[in-house]
């Protein structure tokens, strides 16, 4: 079955430091993973995904088959980064639904 | 161009009536989603809809949750005889069928069931 795991519902950190959101999935395959966003009063909206290993606001995200996880890095936290943040994946070929997480309240504190 | 929208913004209702929640997705996005997010329980699947394929209906929680999608475009949940556990924000989202991925997400309506 698919599955992914958010651990941690709230996580909080100070202005500078390095934050990690941890994700672990459980497929049968190759799945797609992606991080979506969503900050106060904005819609959710998509972050980034693996497949394009590419760095966004300073985030990064790199699929770990062994371990199944794809956590979300960013190396100095900034304020604007307080938001929710879902884990998600589809199946390959990104042609089936998404499956989410249930998502982490990050909180930048100044 | 219009991103995706949802009416009504906010619904207060009382328990036992029946709610109609509407989707306009973005133009030419076949694919269309409905999810509900309540705080502790994340963003939960209810259904989908992709072209003209059968819908999944798998995340429905109960049979009083329903969802049409009329000429592919504008889609309607409907919830009849609303329980105070309905209570949530009902999100939609739209994708084109070969980038499903990227889901387009409107604002969400806000459902209290009193």
């Known amino acids: 079955a698919q599955r992914v795991t958010q651990p941690e519902k709230l996580l909080s950190v100070f202005k500078g430091a390095p934050v990690e959101l941890k994700c672990n999935y459980s497929?049968?395959?190759?799945?797609?993973l992606f991080w979506y966003v969503q900050y106060s009063r904005q819609r959710l909206q998509l972050l980034l995904r693996?497949?394009s290993r590419e760095s966004i606001k300073g985030f990064t995200a790199d699929l770990n088959k062994g371990e199944t996880s794809f956590h979300l890095k960013k190396p100095f936290a900034q304020e604007e980064d307080s938001a929710m943040y879902y884990c998600?994946?589809?199946?390959?070929?990104?042609?089936?639904?998404?499956?989410f997480g249930k998502g982490t309240k990050l909180t930048v504190n100044p | 161009g219009a991103g995706v929208s949802q009416s009504p913004s906010n619904k207060v209702t009382e328990k036992g009536k029946d709610v109609e929640l509407r989707c306009d997705p973005i133009?030419?996005?076949?694919?269309l989603y409905w999810y509900r997010q309540s705080l502790g329980q994340g963003l939960e699947f209810l259904i989908y809809f992709q072209g003209n394929s059968a819908p999944d209906k798998s995340g429905l929680p109960s049979d009083r949750f329903s969802a049409e999608r009329t000429g592919g475009s504008v889609s309607t949940l409907t919830i009849q005889r609303t329980q105070q556990e309905d209570s949530a924000v009902y999100l939609c989202?739209?994708?084109?069928?070969?980038?499903?991925?990227?889901?387009?997400f409107g604002p969400g309506t806000r459902l209290t069931v009193t």
């Open positions: 998600a994946l589809s199946g390959q070929g990104g042609s089936e639904k998404l499956v």
């Open positions: 133009s030419g996005h076949t694919a």
């Open positions: 497929y049968s395959g190759s799945p797609e």
């Open positions: 989202a739209s994708s084109t069928t070969w980038v499903s991925y990227e889901q387009y």
């Open positions: 693996h497949i």
